[in-house]
Nanobody, 126 residues
């Protein structure tokens, strides 16, 4: 069982920045693929970014909508991933969820992730 706890959400003006954190339990965190998804009211959950396990180079993948503005990184010593979000736009407003894929499926589909956090609200005002 893997527990994920997100933090760092809040209210920010357009053009501002936030850093989300996701703390994970488990002794083999470095082997997890970690993803971020978001869900706006009335919309489906959508992929934001994922980072591969350390053994596969901790490579990052981003949705086109956030590429160049968001940066995903991992700190295996602290079992944490960080999503640095810059140049935020009102359309980035959503609940952001952290997720863990224990089988390394290189997937942007939410169904490929085994564990989920409770979510953290990000609101970007115009």
């Amino acid at each position: 069982q893997v527990q994920l706890v997100e933090s760092g959400g809040g209210l920010v003006q357009a053009g501002g920045s936030l850093r989300l954190s996701c703390a994970a339990s488990g002794r083999t965190f470095s082997s997890y693929f970690m993803g971020w998804f978001r869900q706006a009211p009335g919309k489906e959950r959508e992929f934001v970014a994922f980072i591969t396990a350390t053994w596969s180079g901790a490579t990052t993948y981003y949705a086109d909508s956030v590429k160049g503005r968001f940066t995903l990184s991992r700190d295996n010593a602290n079992n944490t991933v960080y999503l640095q979000m810059n140049s935020l736009k009102p359309e980035d407003t959503a609940v952001y969820y952290c997720a863990a894929d224990l089988r390394g499926r290189y997937s942007v589909a939410a169904s490929s992730y085994d564990y989920w956090g409770q979510g953290t609200q990000v609101t970007v005002s115009s």
